[in-house]
């Protein structure tokens, strides 16, 4: 069945350094990913995507993700963090096996502090 | 201009009422999606419709009912309303038919529904 894992709950990091928040897929077919971030009482924003081409796919807001095939994973990243990035993120995947439904990741809280 | 829009923000209400929520985009997309967000912040889709039309029927209880007078319409009509029913619905959409795969969706800023 198509998953989409997001392995940490939580991730702390200090303003000005590197962040990553993690995502790992399963699906059948070739993924379509997807990030999203949830501000505070706020609906989804889409942050970027991958459908084909370079892995390294770049976003909004200074974001970019790295699609690994063989690891199965679309970590997303930024090289420096902004307090202002502090938020929920959501990895999702879509891919023939599921009719293209999105598969929700259960999201990754954000903190960064100054 | 507000792309995907709902109505009302926060909506709160009694056991047994029956509530209405409202879903505009102005984006010319052709497909509509209905999600439900639980405390714990899971995302679970709903339904879906492409030009008016359903196409995602998620195990959801009968007493909710989307209805789409156009595509650029979406509401959520939910009778009997029970105290499990309490989360944030999320209304979104997305160019083309889902079955395109690489189609972003685009999100409304949520109805906060608590039921007492």
């Known amino acids: 069945a198509q998953s989409v894992a997001q392995p940490e709950d939580q991730v702390n990091v200090a303003e000005g350094n590197p962040l990553t928040v993690k995502c790992t897929y399963s699906?059948?077919?070739?993924?379509?990913l997807f990030w999203y971030v949830q501000y505070p009482n706020r609906g989804l924003q889409f942050l970027l995507k991958y459908i084909t081409g370079d892995n390294l796919v770049k976003g909004s807001y200074g974001f970019e993700a790295e699609f690994n095939k063989s690891q199965t994973s679309f970590h997303l990243k930024k090289p420096s963090a902004l307090v202002s990035d502090s938020a929920l993120y959501f990895c999702a995947v879509r891919d023939i096996s599921s009719n293209y439904q999105l598969i929700w990741g259960a999201g990754t809280k954000l903190i960064i502090k100054p | 201009d507000t792309a995907v829009s709902q109505t009302p923000k926060y909506l709160v209400t009694q056991m047994g009422n029956d509530k209405s929520i409202k879903c505009e985009q102005n984006l010319g997309h052709d497909t509509m999606y209905w999600y439900k967000q639980d405390s714990k912040k899971f995302l679970k889709i709903m339904f879906s419709y492409n030009n008016k039309e359903l196409i995602i029927n998620e195990t959801v209880p009968n007493r909710f009912s989307p209805k789409s007078p156009d595509k650029a319409h979406l509401n959520l009509h939910i009778n009997s309303l029970e105290l499990g029913d309490s989360a944030v619905y999320f209304c979104a959409s997305s160019q083309d038919s889902q079955w395109s795969g690489a189609d972003t969706q685009y999100f409304g800023p949520g109805t906060r529904l608590t039921v007492l």
């Open positions: 699906v059948s077919g070739n993924p379509y």
